[in-house]
């Protein structure tokens, strides 16, 4: 019913800039989430920004100043713009859309598929 499709990933040098993106498809409420999260291998799921429909964003310490979340509500689209990017960003990093049913009161998670950034020399 809800479909996340991630681009952007590839590699890039230590210093460099990337950006994702991230089309939301399907049923989409409007009390929503959308975000970011990021897994490097043997390391657990963990949240890089997020941003709800009409709310400020929040970003996780090590990225605070270099990535900025932002969306585009006509186009359910979320970015990620990710600027002087370290070796330690490397990761599959996920679209995640979390939104509220407010009829039955459950808040529903959706994933994409994850695209591979990798940040090295």
């Known amino acids: 019913q809800v479909q996340l499709v991630e681009s952007g990933g590839g590699l890039v040098q230590p210093g460099g800039s990337l950006r994702l993106s991230c089309a939301a498809s399907?049923?989409?409420?409007?009390?929503?989430?959308l975000g970011w999260y990021r897994q490097a291998p043997g390391k657990q799921r963990g949240l890089v920004a997020s941003?709800?429909?009409?709310?400020?964003?929040n970003y996780a310490d090590s990225v605070k100043g270099r990535f900025t979340i932002s969306r585009d509500n006509a186009k359910n689209t979320v970015y990620l713009q990710m600027n002087s990017l370290k070796p330690e960003d490397t990761a599959v990093y996920f679209c995640?859309?979390?939104?509220?049913?407010?009829?039955?009161?459950?808040?529903?998670?959706?994933w994409g598929q994850g695209t591979q950034v990798t940040v090295s020399s």
């Open positions: 995640n859309l979390d939104q509220r049913n407010s009829i039955i009161g459950r808040t529903s998670r959706y």
């Open positions: 399907g049923s989409i409420f409007s009390l929503n989430t």
């Open positions: 941003i709800p429909r009409g709310g400020t964003a």
